[in-house]
T-cell receptor, first 111, second 113 residues
Framework: EAQVTQNPRYLITVTGKKLTVTCSQN?????MSWYRQDPGLGLRQIYY???????DKGDVPEGYKVSRKEKRNFPLILESPSPNQTSLYFC??????????FGPGTRLLVL | KNQVEQSPQSLIILEGKNCTLQ??????????LRWYKQDTGRGPVSLTI?????NTKSNGRYTATLDADTKQSSLHITASQLSDSASYICVVSAREYGNKLVFGAGTILRVKS
């Protein structure tokens, strides 16, 4: 089954404790992206990657890092999480210019 | 500034009724316009994708229209069902920014029995 998976689905952590949210897709898509979604603000792009070893900042990259060592994986790293990073995070993948497939989301609470 | 604005913010309708959601955008030039459905707590799922040369596209009871001259799109839902309760998001792809996606804030639809 074609899908985008994210782990963990739910995470509660404390300020400053490094965490990684994994994202994996099995559709051989070149394009992958991370979004955060906050009430009333819609989806905002954090980082995206056009292909392996190619990553670029989106609209709200501060406080986040990503890597794309393999085509299928695109982890999101929060080196020192802060409460304002409490949000719902989505990973997505697609072929260039085509429909994006979204993961199920990761709900993060930073205390 | 590239923007996508959706209206209304929220909408409540009775099961079986039709409704229309609006999307106005300033993204120019654009590659395509997409409508997504997002159930609560889940990832968005694509409903339709239209290029600037397409005026209408259907997906079952969902019909999207596009007027590239006025930079407006609408999503019409026919014979609504309880399962249509969700957030509907309009997304425009900005051609000159490497097809960067610009998201609207969404319209929350609730279908009541």
């Amino acid at each position: 089954e074609a899908q985008v998976t994210q782990n963990p689905r739910y995470l509660i952590t404390v300020t400053g404790k490094k965490l990684t949210v994994t994202c994996s897709q099995n559709m051989n898509h070149e394009y992958m992206s991370w979004y955060r979604q906050d009430p009333g603000l819609g989806l905002r792009q954090i980082y995206y990657s056009m292909n392996v070893e190619v990553t670029d900042k989106g609209d709200v990259p501060e406080g986040y890092k990503v890597s794309r060592k393999e085509k299928r994986n695109f982890p999101l790293i929060l080196e020192s999480p802060s409460p304002n990073q409490t949000s719902l995070y989505f990973c997505a993948s697609s072929d260039p210019g085509e429909t994006q497939y979204f993961g199920p989301g990761t709900r993060l609470l930073v205390l | 500034k590239n923007q996508v604005e959706q209206s209304p913010q929220s909408l409540i309708i009775l099961e079986g009724k039709n409704c229309t959601l609006q999307c106005n955008y300033t993204v120019s030039p654009f590659s395509n316009l997409r409508w997504y459905k997002q159930d609560t707590g889940r990832g968005p799922v694509s409903l339709t994708i239209m290029t600037f040369s397409e005026n209408t596209k259907s997906n079952g009871r969902y019909t999207a229209t596009l007027d590239a001259d006025t930079k407006q799109s609408s999503l019409h839902i026919t014979a609504s069902q309880l399962s249509d309760s969700a957030s509907y998001i309009c997304v425009v792809s900005a051609r000159e920014y490497g097809n960067k996606l610009v998201f609207g804030a969404g319209t929350i639809l609730r279908v009541k029995s």
